[in-house]
């Protein structure tokens, strides 16, 4: 009689991920907290909501068998014994008040699964105050409660609830295995899929929004064209540019993630221009780049947007920090920049 090979995760690529947790099942070896890691639209709380599956599934594999009851509303998000987080809408952080109401729900015992299971989503922008409200149900957890924490970065949780936290850091999937998944699973036509998975940087979050929603690659594109016109601006002009930027703290937050990656690509292929850029549908512009521009100006761009980056989170001055990030990229005469 021929082998049945398990059922698949409910989730693109992270087949690393997938082996680790699923040996963790078997082995019964779960942990009462898991840190998983990666920026955003990498798929951290797809993972999460798999993990949750699997160790719930009526089945009892270690793997969801993705149809019945308890798999159905994980997957739909609506188990009773299911809790997710809300960040605070002025300040984008998770407030310590969601953190005592993910620590209540955890010490009830389960309505109908074997687990409870609490998803802190953004937990890198919760406060030192918040976090330490976890530290009880992190050190005397129940048996049946689980605490999920998806982060951005670790660098802004406390040591002391990382070192009770298994770690799991999720890693781009290769835009190919993306590019099939978003053919197979999604009815891409194969250029779209090839371009999106490309763009997203293997992460398939965006990749799949992007292909529901025009809008977000439209962003992106406008975003992309906003850092060419910048580069031909005087300084008057960027601080013009500044300043309008300056007026939409989130908005900027998501150009600057794609002014990192276009500042990414122009130094590989100045390193090498053979290189596959991420922004693919960029090529020649970022060729331009490369030639035209010195490597340490190319550095110097690259190094002060990541800065900018890092520092978004915290309470400063956005349009004065917008400024220097602008004038610290190089600027090219007009007749250098292609129009697309």
């Known amino acids: 009689m021929k082998a049945t090979s398990p059922p698949a995760w409910p989730i693109i690529g992270h087949e690393w991920a997938v082996q680790f947790l699923q040996r963790t099942i078997e082995q019964g070896r779960t942990r009462h907290a898991y840190l998983f890691v990666g920026p955003a639209d990498i798929g ?97 957890p129940p048996p049946y409660a689980l605490l999920f924490l998806l982060a951005a970065d670790e660098s802004q949780i406390s040591p002391t609830i990382l070192s009770r936290c298994q770690k799991l850091r999720l890693r781009q999937v290769d835009p190919a295995v993306l590019a099939e998944q978003l053919t197979a699973q999604y009815e891409a036509a194969r250029e779209q899929a090839q371009l999106l998975a490309q763009v997203s940087g293997g992460r398939p979050g965006w990749a799949i929004r992007a292909l529901q929603d025009e809008a977000l690659m439209a962003t992106r594109n406008q975003a992309i064209a906003l850092l060419n016109s910048c580069m031909s601006q005087s300084r008057a002009e960027r601080f013009r540019s500044a300043e309008r930027l300056a007026k939409d703290k989130k908005t900027f937050e998501e150009t600057l993630s794609w002014w990192q990656s276009y500042w990414r690509d122009v130094l590989l292929l100045a390193v090498d221009p053979s290189h596959a850029a991420t922004n693919c549908d960029q090529h020649e512009q970022l060729t331009t780049l490369a030639r035209e521009l010195k490597g340490k100006e190319i550095v110097r761009a690259l190094q002060a947007t990541r800065k900018l980056s890092e520092r978004l989170a915290l309470n400063l001055n956005l349009r004065l920090a917008i400024e220097v990030l602008l004038l610290a990229y190089p600027r090219l005469p007009r007749y250098h920049m292609i129009s697309h």
């Open 44 to 140: 951290k709380r797809q993972v999460a909501l798999a993990f949750a599956m699997a160790l719930n599934c009526k089945e009892g594999g270690a793997a969801p068998c993705q149809r019945c009851r308890n798999c159905q509303l994980i997957r739909q998000q609506s188990s009773a014994d299911l809790f997710f987080s809300q960040t605070s809408g002025s300040s984008n952080t998770l407030p310590i008040e969601e953190i005592r109401r993910a620590s209540a729900f955890l010490a009830l015992q389960p309505y109908e699964m074997r687990y409870r299971i609490a998803i802190l989503n953004d937990f890198e922008r919760t406060a030192p105050l918040a976090q330490d409200a976890l530290l009880k149900t992190l050190e005397e």
